[in-house]
């Protein structure tokens, strides 16, 4: 049994040597090593931070889009509506314009045919005094040929005009 148990002189001889190993370790090989996880707990706590400022960054610049899409959308909104009175208004403009240069032709048309009218009656009148003329003319001329035809003549021109 004396091989599983330790001897005294071994034990501290082992206690020393570990102790000088924990000291040796702590002041060469911790220091750098708890050096080194600190560094990286900053560095992936700043990268955290980043992110997280990142992430506000663009919840705020989501935001800003938003507004400008909503803005570009009211404004497009605006231009079709002021387009659509534009047009509205310019076809308005249009048909009162059409209407009234079709009043002027028919007024014109009108007064043509007026002044048409007027120039046919006087060449029916003119041709109608002239047939009476040349009828006048020859009844005259047969009833004055002999003195029973004037007086019939004279007659019925007298009781013509009892008449009217």
């Excluded at 048409?116 to 003319?137: G, P, T, Y």
Aim: glycine share 2%.
């Amino acid at each position: 049994m004396d091989l599983l148990t330790p001897g005294p002189g071994l034990v501290i001889w082992q206690l020393f040597v570990f102790l000088l190993l924990v000291i040796l370790l702590g002041k060469l090989a911790w220091k750098p090593i708890i050096a080194s996880l600190k560094e990286r707990e900053d560095s992936i706590q700043q990268a955290l931070d980043s992110a997280e400022n990142a992430k506000k960054e663009m919840a705020s610049l989501k935001e800003d889009n938003e507004k400008l899409l909503r803005e570009a959308r009211e404004e497009r909104d605006k231009i079709l509506r002021d387009a659509r009175t534009a047009a509205n208004r310019i076809h308005d403009e249009a048909q009162a314009d059409a209407k009234k240069n079709a009043d002027r032709l028919i007024e014109d048309a009108k007064s043509i045919i007026q002044t048409e009218k007027n120039a046919a009656l006087r060449d029916v009148k003119e041709q109608v005094a002239m047939f009476s003329l040349d009828i006048a003319e020859k009844l005259i001329k047969k009833n004055l040929s002999d003195d029973k035809s004037q007086k019939e003549l004279a007659n019925t021109f007298i009781k013509d005009l009892k008449l009217n």
